[in-house]
């Protein structure tokens, strides 16, 4: 009858274990979708960041062609270089968040598949404890 206690005592730390690796995973997995979320998110936002930069540099190219020769001509020339500058600095940022995307993605996959991996253990480890279970019900019955 002992052995039957302890065998049921370790059936039920089994099935708890297994809950507790499954919020685990539950909590691993809402974590990797935050980190993409919060990626493309900034991503997002530089492309917006992007476009208004663009849109004022068109802004400024558009007063220069329209300007004589001359001084003002001049300070817009020098404006307009310095919007070229941010621009590409613009694009160079937009591509590292980009890759940033990318790895959080890999990441997330990565962690997907390690997840399904440790839930068919977990499941599997469950299935037993529950047999092993019913074998020592009918036993003592």
Known sequence: MNKAK??????????????QSIENFDYETAETNNDVAKAELAYAQQAYNNAQDSNNYLKVLNDYNSIPDGQEKNDKAKELSELTEKNE????????????VKDAKSTQLDTQKQI??????????KA?????????????H
């Open 89 to 100: 600095d613009n694009q160079q940022m937009l591509e590292q968040l980009a890759q940033k």
């Open 6 to 19: 302890a065998a049921q005592q370790q059936t039920q730390s089994v099935l708890d274990s297994t809950t």
């Open 128 to 140: 037993e404890a529950e047999l092993a279970d019913k074998e020592l019900s009918v036993m003592m």
């Open 116 to 125: 399904a991996e440790g839930l068919n253990e977990v499941e599997l480890d």
